[in-house]
């Protein structure tokens, strides 16, 4: 088992470590930089179907429905057809209403959860073609879709998923500038200036695994004793704040919660002392208006926890300088275009996760009364 470890204590250290290659091999003969097109194979969807799609419909489980809820951000941004996304465990029972124009998107590591199958065999009866997002060839799912993207994140041991996680958010990011292109809602240059990005994420990511490793380490030995953590976000950033609080809570058993940073106001605020870590995402790319304007209404965020005496950790571009004065911690990241900040977002999270779970002495790899994959209801 330490062999399989190749050297790192948990597998799912060496899993955070493996995902600039997991990003790479999911782009990997998917993309053309000389025209701007991704190509997906093993797909028995027309670009005629991609056009008249009237509505994408998304189910999934766990961090996959994190994926899933950026994925949307990602689809209705470039694609412009609306997404709406479910809990599998809830769609299968929503009695959801038939519209054989809408497409099912399933996203799964295994293939195998079962209620994500139910939801995808619901979508059929229906009249639904589907697509899998997938991680293991020839799984159920996979089997039972009309289109399947497979992510090549490799085997993911660790019951918490990282690797799997960064490589649907990559599998998503493809499909949505495929469907784009199907649908012609963004040019040629803008596919081409979409996938070149795209190609410097694996970069940017085994930057952020050199310099936020340690200081995630740091950052455990203040606060792995406390009772609660908050995680805030907007936008596509928003669901990374829930992946955040969902591998905080799943390793370390500290009761940690997700939150749009715009509804603290409406009842989070009540919880702000001097014990409360604070994570915010507050990323921007400042080539975006929408992505300048969250991260303005992000800073406000932050001043109105910092008011409350609430300690905030806050996950920010290189040479954003106005932050640290405002923060008690600054985790920096690349810069990339808004949609892709998603990915290098949650690096820093997994870390730091990671680090306060090993410092409590949890099983990392294995938590109490969770399995890797659900395959009963
Ligand atoms: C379990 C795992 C999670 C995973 C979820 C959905 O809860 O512990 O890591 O996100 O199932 O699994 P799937 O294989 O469908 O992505």
Redesign the pocket.
Known sequence: IQAEKGGYKHFMLKEIFEQPRAIRDTTLGRISLDTGKVFLSEMKISDEDFRRATKINIA??????HAATAGKFMIERLARVPVEVDYASEYRYRDPIPDPTALGLL???????AD?LAAQREMISKGSKTIAIC?VVGAMIAREAHGTIYTHAGPEIG???TK?FTAQLVALFLFAVHLAQARQTISEDEGRALLEELTMLPGKVEEILKTVDGECEKLARIYSNVSDFLFLGRGIHYPIALEGALKLK?ISYIHAEGYPAGEMKHGPNALIDETLPVVVLATQDKSNRDSKLRYEKTLSNIQEVTARSGKVIAVAVEGDTDIGHLVEHVLHVPHTSELLLSVLDVIPLQLLAYHIAVRRGCDVDQPRN?????TVE
């Open positions: 999934a489980c766990g961090t996959s429905w996203i799964t590591q295994s293939g195998e959860t994500t991680n019951v918490a998923s799997a799943e969770l399995a890797k994959s659900v």
